[in-house]
């Protein structure tokens, strides 16, 4: 484990080296180190955020000093305290850490996936088959990022990895389901964005007058369904 | 009571100190990209510190009262009238009923924050009432400002109609915050920084050159981030990082060798290399940056960064005390 300074109100705790060799068991460990971490309750810590093999830890410096750090050893005081919370609890068991599992519907039409043959091609199958594939794995969030609410899925079948595209699209619409690399994920805003797009979801995956308010978070399980384009508008009404 | 932006300006938002406790989930601290700043001038108007107020970006901005509020602005060398009285950063200013406030382009800088008595009444949206421009939502529908819009204000505490009555002949206060305060914008700005994660896996002319030259401000920057011209830095192109949080202060070096400072806008999660993080007290200079500024970097520790800060706060402890007798 090491934790290293992310400018002078944040710091940023490593609990693995490395997340691909193991990325079920690296989730699991920094899982556990933030509820850990939430539990401790460290003097003038306002936030924590997972991702991948890291904890962010957001504190206010006024505050560690406040309870008795000297002003040139708050991160040395923050640290030591992070360590001896990890070191000196009780492992939290894997069983503790919240995972749902959630189905995403999704339409894989034409319409709704300019890129899916562009898989497809890349992947030497049928768009069809694309489409089964995907919808026959089950993934894992990793991560949230890169815009509110979205979700970088694990567990992508090794086939349909795609390279992210050379040039981003300006814009891609709210609800798009996509590939980047060995990783699937859904877009839930509308924003501009490089992953291949092979269908949509009628799901708000945010909405910011809930809380929490995306619909995944880091752990939970995911698999997708398709369904006809009259269900999409179905669902969408 | 509202207020109306007969003029909306470039791009104004209404910003308080942004969204804690939801990085988990994607969403951006965002806020005023000058906290201090936002803090001070809701000081000055008899708010809470973090009541929500205007960021305005390039002026042009003309907004027209309803009824009798204290305004205070801090921020870059804008010229900001209310009919034909000049109103200097800084001052608790009374608007009467119909008047209005007038910011044009700024000289220096590019930002400025209007704390308004009684603050800015838009919805609180987890937690905030901060515009989130990337996810489109809190603020004002989500959005910049609008011509015509009208947003709502809250009453006028109790101190701020002291003070109200105070000006009524006036009709500016006299005494201001220190003057890095109410305008923090800087001609050749350095900006001080600690190292971050990735400073070590940059090579020493790398490091040498970041810390010696100069880098200009893009056009291409926004609340975001500040992108920079300037030398080239070499990307080290061996590391190959997963994803982990990026925070406003941050400065990354993408495979371009161009140098990004993260704002309050910015995204949650990153994967370029960390070179430096600019330090607290610096984010003032660095919200003011605009297009063909020359900026340099200069090294500091993590000590100094907290020691500065620390600094700052006991003023403004005293500055806090030293209003008391304005508002009572």
Redesign the interface.
Known sequence: MEI???????L?V?IRE??DDASDEALNAVLATQRLLENAKLPGV?????????V?L?FD??RV?AFGAK?????DWLAERIRKAISSANEVRRDQIETSLVEIPACYDAEFAPDLDEVAHHAGLGAQEVVDLHCASEYRVH????????P?LGGLPSKLATPRRSTPRKEIPAGSVAIGGAQTGIYP?K?PGGWNVIGRTPLRL?D??K????LL??SDRVHFRAITRGEFEKARR | MNVIAVRAGFSTTVQDFGR?????????LGGALDAHALSVANLLVGNEESAAGLEVTFGGLQLRFADKRLVAWSGGEFDARSGSTSLPAGHPVLIREGEELVIERPKTGCRAWIAISGGLEVPL??GSRST?L?????GKEGRVLQDGDKVALGQNSEQAKILIERLREEKIARWKPPHDWSSPAKREPTLRV????EWNRFDNVTVQRFTGDKFTVSPDSDRMGVRFEGPRLKANELVDL??????P??IQIPPSGKPILLLGDC???GGYP?IA????VDLSIAAQLRAGDEVRFREVT??D???L??NR?QKLEQFRRGLQPHFS
């Open positions: 290293a300074p992310l400018g002078d109100s944040a940023i490593r490395s997340f306002i936030e924590l955020a997972p991702a991948y093999t890291t962010a957001f410096p006024m000093v002003a040139d050893e708050v991160f991560c949230i990022g890169f815009t509110p609410g979205f970088f805003v924003s945010f910011p007058q809380d929490p308010p995306a978070r880091a | 804690i406790g939801f990085r988990q989930f994607g969403v951006s949206v987890l989130d990337r996810g489109n939502f809190g600690i190292r971050g994660s997963i994803s982990e949080a990026v925070a202060s941050t995204q949650t999660i960390k993080h600019v330090i607290t993590l000590a960064a907290h020691q800060l620390i706060e």
